[in-house]
């Protein structure tokens, strides 16, 4: 060391690109067009190696040359530079997060980064954790806290009948003390959290609420027409039942995304249910939702009160722009103000069900157009992958004879049963898939009243797009 003075460092400017003075035993300036900065330079292992040792003037030249006798003392030592600094830093990091509540945070942070967790998903673990378990674990070494209080703080959570709760509440448990143990706060043999910890039975699902018996279907959407609160409400609630979207996508239409003239709504993947990443993926399509004649003349009603643009269902009571949309809560306080249960009889999410159910047993619609149109994942391996049909045609065809059946069942009319079936496989479809033989047809509303139709079978209903209306797919009926 000593080839380097003030003056010279003074003096050095950077000509556009980086470059070293070099000062002696491994000491070098590195001179930037952004300023200038220590570095020690040695080799281990065959590999060079480069260590920072602060920026000038921050740190003088007299100040340099003793960090780098340090280091290289430390190298005559057997030692690796670089490697103790990052080991230093670890231990510090980790020195701040001996406690369950900062470790709980800080994986909370990275979790939220990691898997993309929307701001309402990230907040709603926040609070589960702020709730259930740092009241008691919050100021706790992770590596003292006893199994049995992490057990009773689970146990007191399924005790008052919150079992998903409970599990969700562990799963977070299991994720923090893993990491815990990766930041080298904890050891892994004192991890005793897993997915079996408190002994938590499996949660107890229940489906849903949803009519399924067509006559009550037809009592339901006869109080709706009665029903005397906000027009906008009401609106929302006739819709429902045709389109059969969840209550999110309906809550949070806007009227760009709603061609009246065409008859569709392209629900935009940000009001989907999907994971955030996929939101936030430019190449997710929007869920296109063809709209009956009979949805398309209430929203036509609707666009003079709350168009023509903005929120379709916006919220009377607007206070913010947080606030422009109907509450989630509106359609259920609806239907209980017309004497329904919503936990026993019907939910704004169980006319989905409701739909599903008759349009299968009543208009006889295979259920791969029909799970399109509910947006849900089909079960195949592979299928998101490869399988990217919509059935846009199909289900335009379906959600007619959806509404046309509804007016039926609203005016106390009968629903219909498909009882007949297909023979055989037609023979201009050799080599598509076979159907079953016992394929119900499919019932649409003409003006002679309701006609059986060939059903819409697994892969073949793509290729019934292209023939009119009308038009022979199958056999006659036996």
Request: net charge positive; with cysteine.
């Amino acid at each position: 060391m000593g080839l380097l003075t003030d003056l010279h460092i003074r003096r050095a400017v950077s000509n556009g690109n980086d470059y070293l003075l070099a000062d002696g035993d491994g000491l070098f300036l590195r001179v930037r067009p952004t300023g200038k900065a220590w570095v020690y330079r040695y080799k281990q292992n065959g590999r060079a190696v480069k260590l920072s040792l602060g920026t000038y003037p921050s740190v003088s030249l007299a100040s340099a040359r003793k960090a780098a006798l340090i280091e290289i003392e430390r190298r005559a030592g057997g030692l690796d530079p670089k490697l103790e600094r990052l080991k230093a830093q670890e231990l510090s990091r980790a020195s701040k997060l001996t406690t369950f509540e900062p470790l709980a945070r800080a994986w909370h942070a990275q979790a939220g980064r990691d898997r993309i967790w929307s701001v309402r998903h990230a907040d709603k673990v926040l609070v589960q954790l702020e709730k259930h378990l740092f009241p008691w674990l919050g100021n706790l070494p992770i590596s003292e806290i006893p199994s049995t209080l992490l057990v009773r703080c689970l146990h007191r959570i399924r005790d008052k009948g919150h079992l998903d709760t409970a599990q969700r509440v562990r799963g977070h448990a299991v994720d923090i003390f893993q990491f815990a143990v990766d930041l080298g706060v904890l050891e892994a043999a004192k991890n005793f959290v897993n997915p079996r910890t408190a002994g938590l039975p499996p949660p107890r699902t229940r489906h849903y609420a949803a009519i399924t018996d067509p006559k009550q279907l037809g009592q339901l959407l006869r109080d709706i027409q009665a029903y005397s609160g906000l027009y906008v409400t009401k609106a929302a609630l006739r819709i429902m039942p045709m389109v059969f979207q969840r209550p999110g996508q309906i809550r949070l239409a806007d009227w760009k995304d709603i061609s009246l003239s065409e008859g569709v709504w392209r629900c935009p993947p940000e009001n989907m249910k999907m994971r955030e990443w996929q939101k936030r993926d430019s190449r997710t399509p929007a869920h296109v939702v063809p709209l009956p004649t009979q949805a398309v003349a209430i929203l036509t009603e609707l666009h003079a009160l709350t168009g023509p643009e903005g929120p379709v269902f916006r919220s009377m009571a607007r206070r913010s722009d947080k606030t422009r949309f109907m509450s989630e809560n509106t359609i259920n306080s609806a239907l209980r103000t017309l004497g329904y249960d919503t936990k026993e009889q019907i939910t704004g999410h169980g006319f989905r069900a409701t739909a599903r159910t008759l349009i299968r047993e009543c208009l006889g619609w295979d259920k791969e157009v029909i799970e399109r149109h509910l947006a849900h994942v089909s079960e195949e391996e592979l299928a998101g992958s490869y399988d990217r049909t919509t059935f846009l045609a199909q289900r335009r065809e379906m959600v007619q004879a959806w509404a046309n059946l509804l007016d039926d069942l609203a005016a106390g009319k009968e629903a219909p049963v498909p009882a007949l079936t297909v023979s055989a496989m037609p023979s201009d479809v050799t080599g598509q898939k076979a159907l079953r033989s016992n394929a119900p047809l499919r019932f649409s509303m003409t003006s002679d009243g309701w006609i059986a139709k060939p059903p819409v079978v697994g892969t073949f209903a793509a290729g019934l797009a292209h023939r009119p209306i009308g038009e022979p797919a199958y056999p006659k009926a036996v």
